[in-house]
């Protein structure tokens, strides 16, 4: 059997791996195939850019970013919790990055506000013992020994510097390939006043919690004392309320919860976590609704 003139394999082999070649690259610039493959199945240069182009549009139509992969992502959402306080002087950054994950399809970003920060001069008006408790109980649960801000809590599970940007957005992604792990969540408004929250089924057995949150959407302080005294900043997402309204085993369930009465700055989300603050396998929030 004779050598492929171009890499010395056998012609057999090697003609197969300089076809391929041929098809998918050279014929973009209309080059001839060698001559020892003239007597075999050669595409034409249009045949050959008519499968290039289904190539690529299979490629982008599964790849992250489209149209398909986004839907996907809006309809099993990473969830990202930060804590943080106004009375520290790196958790700025971290705040203007959650409101810019807050505006992310697929995120659901929620603020925590955390109270051992207001000894130091300025009392956070957002803070609260429970946001420490909360911390502290995830501190806990992931073998951790101290509290810090800016923590960000990715999915319940990994814990990061809030405002490492890319470190967080890779962790995010990391996440969003796996959404065979997590379950469909839906949050409805029904004609009663009432939120309509359903949940999906999960092909294993889990001990989870439903956790009911309501949010502020945004807010503006100017800071008085402290480390970022004389600063205005903003704020996203702020949770000022946080209770468990059911468990969920995996089957497919529903619960009905009381709808926002301020409709134009209220959120609300729901988060399925696995119990003693685990992995978070399903969330959802409520679009923003109109009087």
């Not at 890499?7 to 070649?21: G, Y």
């Not at 468990?244 to 976590?273: H, Y």
Request: charged share 20%; proline share 5%; net charge positive.
């Amino acid at each position: 059997m004779r050598a492929c003139a171009s890499c010395s394999q056998p012609c057999d082999v090697a003609c197969i791996a300089r076809f391929s070649s041929y098809a998918f690259i050279d014929i973009m610039t209309y080059q001839k195939p060698p001559l020892h493959t003239r007597n075999r199945v050669v595409l034409t240069p249009l045949a050959a850019r008519i499968i290039w182009s289904v190539v690529v549009s299979l490629v982008f139509l599964f790849s992250p970013h489209s149209p398909v992969a986004a839907q996907e992502a809006a309809d099993k959402p990473v969830v990202v919790e930060l804590f943080t306080s106004q009375g520290c002087s790196s958790c700025p950054p971290a705040d203007a990055f959650l409101g810019d994950l807050a505006k992310q399809p697929g995120v659901i970003a929620l603020a925590y506000h955390v109270d051992y920060w207001n000894r130091l001069g300025w009392v956070d008006p957002f803070s609260s013992e429970w946001a420490t408790r909360l911390q502290t109980s995830y501190s806990r649960a992931q073998n951790r020994q101290n509290n810090y801000t800016p923590q960000m809590i990715v999915q319940g599970s990994k814990d990061l510097i809030g405002s490492r940007r890319k470190t967080v957005l890779k962790e995010i992604d990391a996440h969003q390939g796996q959404d065979f792990r997590r379950v469909a969540v839906t949050i409805a408004p029904r004609s009663d006043g009432r939120v309509e929250v359903a949940i999906g089924t999960l092909d294993r057995q889990v001990e989870a919690d439903v956790i009911l949150m309501r949010f502020h959407r945004h807010k503006q302080q100017q800071i008085g004392r402290g480390e970022n005294g004389g600063r205005t900043l903003n704020y996203h997402n702020i949770v000022h309320e946080r209770r468990v309204v059911g468990r969920w085993r995996g089957d497919a369930e529903t619960f009905a919860v009381p709808a926002p009465k301020d409709l134009a700055n209220t959120g609300l989300a729901v988060i399925v976590q696995e119990r003693n603050h685990g992995p978070i396998v399903g969330a959802a929030q409520l679009a923003h609704l109109t009087n």
